[in-house]
């Protein structure tokens, strides 16, 4: 059956928002559910303005220059005609948690210790000035209000997509203000379009009619878009096909490793790409080998920004920062007017988890930087952000682990439910088992810290009468993006999986996530658990660690400020304890 928005909202609204919703599971579709989830996640874009932290003069939009724009998005007024394409594949996630006997909880236990998120923002960055964003930002409710091109709204509207969610209402308006961003949503709000629709609005066939007078004057690639994995490389790589259409895809060239490396070469050459998107190792290669011209390029996306700083690709991403649109590749302020202020490339730095050491990469490398989060646009000049502990006194507050934690604060979409339960290391697949029946969850990604046990867990799932597939970095690349097409067409209800599958990964009928392993800290729990419930979807965290690491969850639960309960599985049904039983 399907529904309008309207018609869920007036049948389904009521129902969906308390817990006998997940009781009547079965009798109402998942496609009915996701709709009205995903409906009320946009929704909450509209919900007007933000004010950060009331404490200075006020700033508004106006004077981030983004005033004029909103304004050239406001001619007319299109009703949205409804939210995001509905997953293709039904599934429900059965969740009656039962409470154990002993006790009188309540289903929704949650812990005392746990306050709910207040703000993305790492605790100690302290906003000096307050910036008043302006309502029109955010009042946004269709694609037409953001100032995108007609060419462009009309291959989302083909692909399905009608309205933005709240992060693409905020991040759209300021980067086609060219300012340099630092985007931070929580995972699976749809960041990747955030970055993708203003730079589509400026290069390649969908651009504005101001930036088609203009342009012969450039060639070669004008963005870059740099991933830490080959999965996520791909993934990007099929959304810019997608919104580019069939008859521009070539347009867009993928540069990840494990592909062939002469043919990435040879199709730069032959196809002239606009966009490459790639890893960091494979760019700067091929950047050094001289086959790939950069230096005009307009766009330097890093996605996953706060991985790909990390230590393990230092050197490629030091080549691609100093590399990346380093001499003048726009036209002149004359010709493009008052928005063509800049001639070096934009910097967009985009992750759920934007810890301190981001921050202060985005402004030295920027020009007025901004952090764009749903639903606030924050200078960055004006948020306090600790420097790096230089004695043990400074560590408590400032050192390297202290930040990580900080940044996952938020990372996390408001629809998922998180759980743990204790089990001995070698009954941990039979909970896993019980777990999957206990929810009925059809679409499991399991994850564990090492390649080798993988395949053991999947041959004990598989002689349970579960269908399971590994995918880790062992795997040749075909083999990769076979078992994950396969995983993603529902040939398999459970992946167990590595790091490697822990960020921007995009399964949306994706209704469950299990740690098989304690994950190293809290922002990669919120990677890892982003996995499921994206956009606005239902989605189910459960970590299953033994006795003695339960503290471990409890101490990440305070750091992600998530109500993370202890549960466990018996008789096929979920059973949520109360934190005072357990400790
Ligand atoms: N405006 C929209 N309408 C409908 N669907 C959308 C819209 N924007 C994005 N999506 C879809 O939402 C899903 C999540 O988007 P995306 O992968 O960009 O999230 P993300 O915020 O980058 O997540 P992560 O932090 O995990 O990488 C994708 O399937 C994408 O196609």
Request: hydrophobic letters at 35%.
């Amino acid at each position: 059956m399907r529904l309008s928005i309207g018609q869920v909202h007036r049948n389904v609204l009521a129902l969906a928002s308390s817990r006998s919703c997940f009781v009547l599971g079965d009798r109402l579709s998942f496609r009915m559910l996701s709709q009205q989830r995903a409906a009320g996640f946009h929704q909450t874009a509209w919900r007007g303005s933000q004010i950060v932290q009331d404490r200075g003069s006020p700033l508004t939009l106006a004077s981030l220059e983004v005033q004029s724009k909103v304004e050239y998005g406001k001619k007319e007024k299109i009703a949205r005609t409804g939210g995001p394409k509905p997953s293709s594949r039904g599934s429900s996630l059965n969740v009656k948690p039962r409470v154990s006997s002993s006790l009188s909880v309540k289903p929704r236990v949650s812990s005392p210790n746990v306050k709910p998120a207040k703000s993305a923002l790492p605790k100690s960055a302290g906003v000096k000035k307050t910036l008043k964003v302006d309502e029109a930002l955010f009042s946004a409710k269709s694609f037409e209000e953001l100032g995108l091109t007609p060419l462009l709204i009309d291959r989302l509207n083909k692909e399905g997509l009608t309205a933005p969610t709240e992060v693409q209402s905020a991040a759209i308006p300021i980067i086609a203000q060219k300012h340099d961003v630092v985007i931070q949503s929580y995972t699976g709000s749809g960041k990747t379009l955030a970055y993708l629709l203003p730079i589509l609005s400026e290069i390649g066939p969908l651009k504005r009619p101001m930036e088609q007078d203009n342009s012969e004057k450039r060639s070669g690639i004008e963005a870059v878009i740099v991933a830490p994995s080959r999965e996520l490389g791909m993934q990007i790589v099929r959304e810019v096909e997608k919104i580019l259409g069939p008859n521009d895809k070539r347009l867009v060239q993928q540069l990840v490793g494990g592909a062939n490396r002469s043919r990435q070469e040879e199709a730069l050459k032959k196809n002239k790409p606009i966009i490459v998107v790639g890893t960091p190792g494979r760019i700067s290669e091929i950047s050094a080998a001289g086959k790939l011209q950069t230096h005009g390029c307009r766009f330097l996306v890093l996605d996953e920004v706060d991985q790909l700083l990390s230590f393990n690709y230092r050197e490629d991403m030091h080549r691609i920062l100093e590399h990346v649109g380093r001499k003048s590749g726009t036209t002149s302020r004359d010709i493009l007017g008052p928005l063509a202020r800049r001639s070096e490339r934009q910097t967009i730095l985009v992750s759920a988890t934007i810890p301190f050491s981001v921050i202060r990469a985005a402004r030295s490398w920027g020009h007025d930087p901004v952090l764009i989060r749903a639903k606030s646009v924050v200078p960055l000049d004006s948020i306090t952000v600790p420097r790096p502990a230089l004695s043990q006194a400074d560590a408590n507050s400032s050192s390297p682990s202290n930040s990580v934690n900080q940044a996952a604060v938020g990372s996390l979409p408001p629809s998922l439910e998180h759980y743990y339960c204790t089990a001995k290391a070698q009954h941990k697949v039979d909970t896993l088992r019980r777990c999957i029946h206990a929810l009925e969850a059809q679409t499991v990604i399991a994850f564990m810290n090492n390649t080798k046990p993988l395949k053991d867990v999947v041959f004990k799932l598989e002689a349970r009468g579960i269908e399971a597939t590994e995918l880790h970095g062992d795997l040749g690349k075909l083999a990769r993006s076979t078992v994950l097409k396969k995983f993603k067409d529902g040939e398999f209800r459970v992946l167990v999986t590595n790091e490697l599958s822990a960020r921007g990964l995009d399964v949306p009928e994706c209704d469950l996530v299990v740690n098989l392993d304690l994950p190293t800290d809290s922002t990669h729990y919120a990677h890892r658990a982003g996995r499921t419930g994206r956009l606005g979807r239902k989605g189910i965290v459960v970590t299953i660690c033994e006795e003695n690491e339960a503290f471990v969850v409890r101490k990440m639960r305070k750091q992600l400020a998530v109500a993370i309960k202890p549960c466990e599985f018996t008789e096929g049904e979920l059973v949520v304890h109360k934190e005072e039983d357990v400790e």
